[in-house]
Nanobody, 125 residues
């Protein structure tokens, strides 16, 4: 599986962005998907995850109520709609996938098998 993330950029605090992650292959609907982020000098952290069907989602407390994850299995794409952005949301955002159709959404990086290259989100205050 190859993942390609898009949609990062520079935005003012309070603004919004939508990130997309497109996956290759024909079995996208069998993969749980996650978004992580990594700011300079900080560890990679979980942002949001979605199960294979799109029926279950999970969010880090820091983004709950501001970010929304969704997926379109027909387009092999997972989205992260980000609103009310804050300066502390500045990071490289990475999408990840894991071949699984059971269990809870994984919140740790080592729970995912495939990673995209990341897209930079910069929020100016």
């Amino acid at each position: 599986v190859q993942l390609q993330a898009y949609g990062g950029g520079l935005v003012q605090a309070g603004g919004f962005l939508r990130l997309s992650c497109v996956a290759s292959g024909r079995t996208f609907s069998s993969y749980g998907m996650g978004w992580f982020r990594q700011a300079p000098g900080k560890e990679r952290e979980f942002v949001s995850g979605i199960d294979w069907s799109g029926g279950t989602t999970d969010y880090a407390d820091s983004v709950k109520g501001r970010f929304t994850i969704s997926r379109d299995n027909a387009k092999n794409t997972v989205y992260l709609q980000m609103s009310s952005l804050k300066a502390e949301d500045t990071a490289v955002y990475l999408c990840a996938s894991v071949l699984v159709r059971y269990g809870s959404i994984r919140r740790t990086a080592n729970g995912y098998n495939y990673w995209g290259q990341g897209t930079l989100v910069t929020v100016s205050s």
